[in-house]
């Protein structure tokens, strides 16, 4: 019975660690002990308890403020499952490439950018884009980042943009949806106006098929 008891305790606070780092996660400008208390339901204590384990581990620290914030081990935890994420999402992305006849590439969020996770070329064109896993741009600009904003609003449908990243590039892009804990776009560029119709519906049926795969 004493086993049992423990391994009560343990799971439940391993769910409380849990639940602090995804509330800590989705406030933007932080939470102080306070507010994580009241959030979790606890005292003051415990989310002390579990401040200390997390902090020990790199998962949460606190800024000037006293303010609780994700840490540096929960980037490198993130950075080890990318590589999986992009085999997840290469079938899907090599045939938008050939469909679209474009640039094909899986965006997902670091921080308030959009970083290119994968990258794949159509092997039939004369030229396309060369885009560079690991490219950074901000979320307000270019389809990849305004797709995943639009997701984060609930709209699911394609966005079309000319030029914002770099002149006489055209993309379109569409969040992926349904993926606990990612925020990730899909999309192609291209150096020539796109059928925002045709590819729309094609980036769109890419971006379900990568969330059926990294579901």
């Known amino acids: 019975m004493e086993t049992t008891a423990r391994g009560g305790e343990t799971a439940q606070t391993l769910d409380r660690g849990l639940r602090l780092l995804h509330l800590v996660a989705d406030a933007p400008g932080g939470l102080t002990v306070t507010e994580a ?28 403020a006293g303010r609780l914030r994700l840490g540096a081990g929960v980037l490198q935890l993130a950075r080890r499952a990318q590589p999986l994420l992009a085999e997840g999402a ?16 899986l965006t997902v969020v670091e921080g308030d950018e959009g970083v290119a996770l994968a990258v794949v070329e159509p092997s039939w064109t004369s030229f396309h884009v060369a885009y560079r896993t690991g490219a950074r741009h901000p979320l307000g600009r270019g389809a990849a980042g305004r797709a995943i904003l639009g997701g984060r609003a609930g ?42 119709e045709a590819v729309g519906g094609q980036v769109l049926a890419a971006a379900t098929a990568i969330a059926a795969a990294l579901s």
């Open 155 to 196: 709209a699911a449908g394609p966005v079309s943009t000319a030029g914002e990243l770099q002149p006489g590039a055209y993309g379109v892009a569409a969040p992926v949806l349904g993926v606990p804990g990612l925020e990730a776009s899909v999309g192609v560029v291209a150096l020539a106006p796109l059928d925002a």
């Open 90 to 105: 290469l079938p899907a992305l090599r045939r938008l490439a050939e469909q679209a006849g474009a640039t094909a590439h």
């Open 37 to 64: 208390a009241n959030r979790l339901g606890v005292g003051r204590a415990a989310v002390y308890r579990l401040v200390g384990a997390l902090a020990a581990h790199g998962m949460l620290r606190r800024d000037g």
